[in-house]
């Protein structure tokens, strides 16, 4: 039986999705949000990316800093 290696390559276009996905991935988890909600973010940013929206880098960014604001706790019961 012979072995045949297929050469697979994604495009750019999803390898910087994964790479957005990762990176929110590891970043909403550093903030302390759970497994589920960091998977969620990073879903929203990946596919962001695979629709042509954003780069990935303002996927990630703009995420970013969209976790950052949901968590800090500046209600009116924070004093």
Do not use: W
């Amino acid at each position: 039986m012979s072995a045949v290696i297929l050469s697979f390559t994604p495009s750019v276009r999803c390898q910087r999705a994964a790479g957005a996905f990762a990176a929110v991935n590891i970043a909403a988890r550093r903030m302390g949000y759970a497994e589920h909600l960091a998977y969620r973010a990073a879903r929203l940013a990946r596919n962001e990316v695979l629709e042509g929206k954003k780069s990935a880098a303002r996927a990630v960014a703009d995420m970013k800093a969209d976790l950052s604001l949901a968590a800090r706790d500046d209600g009116p019961a924070a004093a």
